[in-house]
Protein backbone atom coordinates (compact mmCIF):
# COMPACT_ATOMS: atom_id res chain seq x y z
CA UNK A 1 0.00 0.00 0.00
CA UNK A 2 1.30 3.18 -1.44
CA UNK A 3 1.10 6.38 0.76
CA UNK A 4 0.90 9.93 -0.70
CA UNK A 5 0.86 13.07 1.77
CA UNK A 6 -0.23 15.88 -0.61
CA UNK A 7 -1.44 19.55 -0.41
CA UNK A 8 -4.93 20.12 -1.83
CA UNK A 9 -4.25 23.47 -3.66
CA UNK A 10 -6.50 26.42 -3.62
CA UNK A 11 -7.71 26.93 -7.68
CA UNK A 12 -9.61 29.61 -9.38
CA UNK A 13 -13.15 27.67 -10.23
CA UNK A 14 -13.45 29.97 -13.46
CA UNK A 15 -10.18 28.50 -15.26
CA UNK A 16 -11.60 25.43 -14.06
CA UNK A 17 -15.62 25.62 -15.28
CA UNK A 18 -17.06 23.27 -17.81
CA UNK A 19 -13.68 22.35 -18.57
CA UNK A 20 -12.48 18.59 -20.07
CA UNK A 21 -10.09 16.41 -18.29
CA UNK A 22 -7.25 15.83 -19.40
CA UNK A 23 -3.97 13.56 -18.00
CA UNK A 24 -2.05 16.73 -18.88
CA UNK A 25 -3.37 18.60 -15.86
CA UNK A 26 -1.93 16.42 -13.32
CA UNK A 27 2.17 15.15 -12.76
CA UNK A 28 1.16 13.00 -10.15
CA UNK A 29 -0.35 9.54 -11.32
CA UNK A 30 -2.04 6.16 -8.59
CA UNK A 31 -1.90 3.24 -10.76
CA UNK A 32 -1.58 0.45 -8.00
CA UNK A 33 -3.11 0.71 -4.23
CA UNK A 34 -3.04 4.05 -2.17
CA UNK A 35 -3.83 5.92 0.53
CA UNK A 36 -3.93 10.13 0.27
CA UNK A 37 -3.74 12.17 2.82
CA UNK A 38 -3.93 16.31 2.63
CA UNK A 39 -2.17 19.17 4.46
CA UNK A 40 -1.40 17.30 7.07
CA UNK A 41 -4.24 15.27 8.11
CA UNK A 42 -3.85 12.32 9.64
CA UNK A 43 -7.29 10.80 8.39
CA UNK A 44 -7.33 9.52 5.19
CA UNK A 45 -8.94 12.18 2.01
CA UNK A 46 -8.92 9.24 -0.94
CA UNK A 47 -8.11 5.62 -0.69
CA UNK A 48 -7.89 3.91 -4.23
CA UNK A 49 -8.16 -0.39 -4.11
CA UNK A 50 -6.78 -1.71 -7.59
CA UNK A 51 -8.44 -5.29 -6.70
CA UNK A 52 -9.78 -5.41 -3.73
CA UNK A 53 -13.72 -5.78 -5.22
CA UNK A 54 -15.46 -9.34 -6.06
CA UNK A 55 -17.62 -8.12 -9.35
CA UNK A 56 -21.19 -10.10 -9.07
CA UNK A 57 -21.28 -12.29 -11.37
CA UNK A 58 -23.97 -11.03 -14.48
CA UNK A 59 -23.57 -7.57 -13.45
CA UNK A 60 -21.99 -6.55 -16.95
CA UNK A 61 -24.37 -8.79 -18.59
CA UNK A 62 -27.49 -6.79 -16.97
CA UNK A 63 -25.88 -3.52 -17.58
CA UNK A 64 -25.03 -3.92 -21.45
CA UNK A 65 -28.87 -4.40 -21.65
CA UNK A 66 -30.07 -1.91 -19.39
CA UNK A 67 -31.83 0.55 -20.85
CA UNK A 68 -29.42 4.55 -20.08
CA UNK A 69 -31.22 7.83 -20.13
CA UNK A 70 -29.21 10.89 -20.33
CA UNK A 71 -28.87 13.87 -18.28
CA UNK A 72 -27.43 17.05 -19.78
CA UNK A 73 -25.23 18.97 -18.00
CA UNK A 74 -24.28 22.84 -17.41
CA UNK A 75 -21.50 21.91 -19.72
CA UNK A 76 -23.94 21.08 -22.64
CA UNK A 77 -22.58 17.32 -22.00
CA UNK A 78 -25.22 14.50 -22.00
CA UNK A 79 -23.68 11.82 -20.32
CA UNK A 80 -25.34 8.34 -20.38
CA UNK A 81 -26.49 7.29 -16.82
CA UNK A 82 -28.87 4.81 -14.92
CA UNK A 83 -30.25 5.96 -11.16
CA UNK A 84 -30.41 3.43 -8.77
CA UNK A 85 -31.90 3.31 -4.77
CA UNK A 86 -33.97 5.91 -3.85
CA UNK A 87 -34.70 9.14 -4.75
CA UNK A 88 -35.68 12.17 -2.47
CA UNK A 89 -38.99 14.81 -3.08
CA UNK A 90 -38.74 17.15 -5.86
CA UNK A 91 -41.39 19.29 -5.94
CA UNK A 92 -39.74 21.19 -9.23
CA UNK A 93 -40.23 18.05 -11.06
CA UNK A 94 -43.53 17.41 -9.44
CA UNK A 95 -42.59 14.35 -7.41
CA UNK A 96 -44.27 15.04 -4.41
CA UNK A 97 -43.10 12.02 -2.05
CA UNK A 98 -39.72 9.72 -1.58
CA UNK A 99 -39.43 6.77 -3.87
CA UNK A 100 -37.44 4.29 -4.96
CA UNK A 101 -35.49 4.76 -8.32
CA UNK A 102 -37.32 3.36 -11.46
CA UNK A 103 -34.73 1.00 -12.52
CA UNK A 104 -34.74 -0.22 -8.89
CA UNK A 105 -38.28 -1.66 -9.17
CA UNK A 106 -38.23 -2.20 -12.83
CA UNK A 107 -34.80 -4.17 -12.90
CA UNK A 108 -34.85 -6.46 -9.55
CA UNK A 109 -32.03 -8.35 -11.04
CA UNK A 110 -29.56 -6.06 -11.91
CA UNK A 111 -30.75 -4.13 -8.19
CA UNK A 112 -30.15 -7.27 -5.94
CA UNK A 113 -26.46 -7.26 -8.00
CA UNK A 114 -26.12 -3.50 -7.20
CA UNK A 115 -27.28 -4.08 -3.05
CA UNK A 116 -24.57 -6.87 -2.98
CA UNK A 117 -21.67 -5.01 -4.75
CA UNK A 118 -22.92 -1.75 -2.44
CA UNK A 119 -22.89 -4.32 1.05
CA UNK A 120 -19.14 -5.00 -0.01
CA UNK A 121 -18.14 -1.57 -0.66
CA UNK A 122 -19.66 -0.63 2.93
CA UNK A 123 -17.68 -3.07 4.38
CA UNK A 124 -14.29 -2.47 2.52
CA UNK A 125 -15.53 1.74 3.62
CA UNK A 126 -15.91 0.53 7.07
CA UNK A 127 -12.56 -1.32 7.01
CA UNK A 128 -10.21 1.16 5.84
CA UNK A 129 -11.58 4.40 6.90
CA UNK A 130 -13.53 3.77 10.02
CA UNK A 131 -13.45 7.69 11.31
CA UNK A 132 -15.17 9.15 8.69
CA UNK A 133 -17.55 6.10 8.23
CA UNK A 134 -18.33 6.51 11.70
CA UNK A 135 -19.32 9.74 10.95
CA UNK A 136 -21.20 8.43 7.58
CA UNK A 137 -22.87 6.26 9.37
CA UNK A 138 -24.03 8.56 12.41
CA UNK A 139 -25.57 10.93 9.92
CA UNK A 140 -27.45 8.74 7.66
CA UNK A 141 -29.19 6.53 10.85
CA UNK A 142 -31.62 9.72 10.73
CA UNK A 143 -32.67 8.16 7.32
CA UNK A 144 -35.12 5.93 8.09
CA UNK A 145 -34.24 1.75 6.70
CA UNK A 146 -36.71 2.03 3.77
CA UNK A 147 -34.84 4.65 2.07
CA UNK A 148 -31.33 3.02 2.40
CA UNK A 149 -29.75 0.65 0.29
CA UNK A 150 -30.16 -1.96 2.35
CA UNK A 151 -26.86 -3.41 4.63
CA UNK A 152 -25.03 -0.03 3.55
CA UNK A 153 -24.87 3.39 4.35
CA UNK A 154 -25.57 4.55 0.96
CA UNK A 155 -29.10 5.75 0.04
CA UNK A 156 -28.50 6.09 -3.95
CA UNK A 157 -26.47 5.55 -6.71
CA UNK A 158 -25.65 6.14 -10.12
CA UNK A 159 -24.68 4.08 -13.14
CA UNK A 160 -22.18 6.50 -15.81
CA UNK A 161 -21.99 4.60 -19.29
CA UNK A 162 -18.76 5.72 -21.35
CA UNK A 163 -19.53 9.35 -19.65
CA UNK A 164 -16.57 11.99 -20.21
CA UNK A 165 -17.60 14.34 -17.92
CA UNK A 166 -15.47 17.56 -17.00
CA UNK A 167 -14.65 19.23 -13.59
CA UNK A 168 -17.49 19.36 -10.89
CA UNK A 169 -18.00 18.98 -7.70
CA UNK A 170 -20.27 15.85 -6.43
CA UNK A 171 -23.69 17.73 -5.42
CA UNK A 172 -26.59 16.72 -2.77
CA UNK A 173 -24.73 14.40 -0.44
CA UNK A 174 -24.63 14.87 3.12
CA UNK A 175 -21.99 16.79 4.34
CA UNK A 176 -18.11 14.83 4.81
CA UNK A 177 -19.84 11.59 3.55
CA UNK A 178 -17.52 9.84 1.20
CA UNK A 179 -18.61 8.26 -2.45
CA UNK A 180 -17.63 4.73 -3.36
CA UNK A 181 -17.05 4.37 -6.90
CA UNK A 182 -16.18 1.12 -8.54
CA UNK A 183 -14.81 1.02 -12.26
CA UNK A 184 -15.72 -1.65 -14.89
CA UNK A 185 -14.00 -1.01 -17.91
CA UNK A 186 -12.46 -3.47 -21.43
CA UNK A 187 -10.87 -2.07 -24.22
CA UNK A 188 -10.62 1.54 -22.83
CA UNK A 189 -7.73 3.95 -23.76
CA UNK A 190 -7.89 7.14 -21.21
CA UNK A 191 -11.51 7.72 -18.99
CA UNK A 192 -9.24 7.89 -15.92
CA UNK A 193 -10.14 11.08 -12.96
CA UNK A 194 -8.40 13.54 -13.17
CA UNK A 195 -8.31 15.79 -9.63
CA UNK A 196 -6.43 18.84 -10.07
CA UNK A 197 -6.50 20.58 -7.27
CA UNK A 198 -4.04 17.70 -5.39
CA UNK A 199 -2.48 17.57 -9.26
CA UNK A 200 -3.24 13.79 -9.34
CA UNK A 201 -4.36 11.06 -12.09
CA UNK A 202 -6.13 8.40 -11.50
CA UNK A 203 -6.21 5.27 -13.09
CA UNK A 204 -9.07 3.46 -12.26
CA UNK A 205 -8.67 0.22 -14.02
CA UNK A 206 -11.86 -2.77 -14.45
CA UNK A 207 -12.80 -3.97 -10.89
CA UNK A 208 -11.09 -0.95 -9.01
CA UNK A 209 -12.43 1.21 -5.89
CA UNK A 210 -11.83 4.54 -5.26
CA UNK A 211 -13.16 5.73 -1.84
CA UNK A 212 -12.95 9.70 -1.32
CA UNK A 213 -15.53 12.83 -0.90
CA UNK A 214 -16.74 14.17 -4.17
CA UNK A 215 -18.42 17.44 -2.80
CA UNK A 216 -14.76 18.61 -1.44
CA UNK A 217 -12.51 17.61 -4.31
CA UNK A 218 -12.55 19.02 -7.90
CA UNK A 219 -12.57 15.89 -10.22
CA UNK A 220 -13.12 14.90 -13.84
CA UNK A 221 -13.13 12.50 -16.56
CA UNK A 222 -9.91 12.25 -19.06
CA UNK A 223 -11.10 11.49 -22.61
CA UNK A 224 -11.66 7.93 -23.51
CA UNK A 225 -11.04 5.93 -26.18
CA UNK A 226 -12.20 2.96 -28.32
CA UNK A 227 -9.92 -0.20 -28.87
CA UNK A 228 -12.75 -2.72 -30.02
CA UNK A 229 -16.73 -2.42 -31.09
CA UNK A 230 -17.59 -4.29 -27.70
CA UNK A 231 -15.85 -1.93 -25.61
CA UNK A 232 -17.54 -0.07 -22.35
CA UNK A 233 -16.74 1.93 -19.46
CA UNK A 234 -19.16 1.98 -16.35
CA UNK A 235 -18.28 3.66 -12.91
CA UNK A 236 -20.35 2.67 -10.54
CA UNK A 237 -20.94 5.87 -7.89
CA UNK A 238 -22.84 4.69 -4.66
CA UNK A 239 -23.41 7.79 -1.76
CA UNK A 240 -25.80 9.03 0.76
CA UNK A 241 -28.35 12.38 -0.77
CA UNK A 242 -28.75 14.37 2.13
CA UNK A 243 -32.62 15.01 1.69
CA UNK A 244 -33.48 11.61 2.38
CA UNK A 245 -33.63 11.98 6.27
CA UNK A 246 -36.89 14.03 5.56
CA UNK A 247 -38.55 10.71 4.30
CA UNK A 248 -41.29 9.58 5.88
CA UNK A 249 -42.11 6.02 6.22
CA UNK A 250 -43.07 4.62 2.28
CA UNK A 251 -47.35 4.93 3.18
CA UNK A 252 -46.74 7.94 4.64
CA UNK A 253 -44.90 9.49 2.04
CA UNK A 254 -48.01 8.85 0.01
CA UNK A 255 -50.56 9.95 1.68
CA UNK A 256 -48.10 13.28 2.40
CA UNK A 257 -48.11 13.08 -1.82
CA UNK A 258 -51.38 13.18 -2.22
CA UNK A 259 -52.83 15.60 0.04
CA UNK A 260 -49.83 18.10 -1.79
CA UNK A 261 -51.50 16.86 -5.22
CA UNK A 262 -54.87 17.52 -3.91
CA UNK A 263 -54.15 20.59 -2.60
CA UNK A 264 -52.79 21.97 -5.77
CA UNK A 265 -55.87 21.04 -7.68
CA UNK A 266 -58.20 23.26 -5.49
CA UNK A 267 -55.82 26.23 -6.18
CA UNK A 268 -55.61 25.06 -9.54
CA UNK A 269 -59.70 24.62 -9.79
CA UNK A 270 -59.83 28.40 -8.01
CA UNK A 271 -57.08 30.35 -10.54
CA UNK A 272 -59.80 28.83 -13.49
CA UNK A 273 -62.64 30.35 -11.66
CA UNK A 274 -61.19 33.02 -10.84
CA UNK A 275 -59.89 34.44 -13.80
CA UNK A 276 -62.90 32.85 -15.81
Known sequence: MEILRLTKNKIDLKQWDKQYASPAHCT??????????LNGSDVPA???????????????TNLKVSKFGTQTRQ?????????????????????????????????????????????????????RNPVIYAK?????????????????????GVVNKNSQLPYHYDRGNFK???????????????????CPEIDTLIKNTNGS????????LLHGVTPIGYSTASAYRY????????KMWQ?????????????????????RANEMRNNG
Not at 139 to 151: A, C, H, M, N, P
Not at 209 to 216: A, V
Not at 235 to 242: E, K
Request: glycine content about 6%.
Open 176 to 194: EAWSAMVTLRNGINGGYLA
Open 247 to 267: CLAPLEELKRANKVRAGREIR
Open 46 to 60: IIYLRDAVTIPAGLV
Open 136 to 156: HSQQTSEVLSDWRISGTVFTS
Open 235 to 242: TIVYYSLA
Open 75 to 127: SGIAPKNLTFGYTPRNPVYTRENCQATRMTNDSPELMARLAALGTELDALYRE
Open 28 to 37: KVIEDDTIVY
Open 209 to 216: LLLFDGQS
